[in-house]
């Protein structure tokens, strides 16, 4: 049984993010999972490897910044 130290949700655009902590005799992780209109995918993340993702995350962020507004879509 894993328990939950932990949980957040966002909502971005139409997808639902729940963010949660868990721990279990194996060790501690975080479950994302994606919730659109009811289908859900989820990915588990070693507790180990959460400062390499976080540090790709604030590259992704950077980036996003530096190349400006996204292009408008034309009807």
């Given at each position: 049984m894993d328990d939950e130290l932990v949980t957040?949700?966002?909502q971005v655009e139409r997808k639902m993010f729940s963010f949660t902590l868990k721990q279990n005799p194996r060790?501690?992780?975080l479950k994302i999972t994606e919730?659109?209109?009811g289908r859900?995918?989820?990915i588990i993340i070693p507790?180990?490897?959460?400062d390499q993702v976080r540090e790709i995350v604030e590259h992704m962020i950077e980036a996003?910044?530096?190349a400006g507004?996204?292009?408008v879509e034309k009807t």
């Open positions: 957040e949700q966002v060790g501690r992780f919730d659109v209109g859900r995918d989820t507790s180990t490897g959460l996003d910044r530096k507004p996204p292009p």
